[in-house]
């Protein structure tokens, strides 16, 4: 069974850093992309920031330059790096993989749980 976990949200002041990770588990054969969105209530899920499998990397005009994506291929991990956070970056915080569990097959989307990120002083 595939799992996607995330880990390392929490509260935090404005200007500060905060770094959240995700590691995908089961039975994959490659990763396509992973990335992050976010979810405020009464908004849409939007895009924070996504990274593919040949390091590409793409990223919410609201979040560049303060937000960093990264992945470690190894342990099938990805990482948001956040810093300079300020009030309206508070939301859940998702992953979200396009898996390839077979070879020649087509990538099948997954999400984790979710992580709360809060900003306030």
């Known amino acids: 069974q595939v799992q996607l976990v995330e880990s390392g949200g929490g509260l935090v002041q404005p200007g500060g850093s905060l770094r959240l990770s995700c590691v995908a588990s089961g039975n994959i054969f490659s990763i396509y992309a992973m990335g992050w969105y976010r979810h405020t209530p009464g908004k849409q899920r939007e895009l924070v920031a996504l990274?593919?499998?040949?390091?590409?990397?793409n990223y919410a005009d609201s979040v560049k330059g303060r937000f960093t994506i990264s992945r470690d291929a190894a342990k099938n991990t990805v990482y948001l790096q956040m810093n300079s956070l300020k009030p309206e970056d508070t939301a859940v915080y998702y992953c979200?993989?396009?898996?390839?569990?077979?070879?020649?097959?087509?990538?099948?989307?997954?999400w984790g749980q979710g992580t709360q990120v809060t900003v306030s002083s």
């Open positions: 990274i593919t499998s040949d390091d590409s990397t």
């Open positions: 979200n993989a396009d898996l390839i569990l077979v070879a020649g097959t087509v990538p099948y989307d997954y």
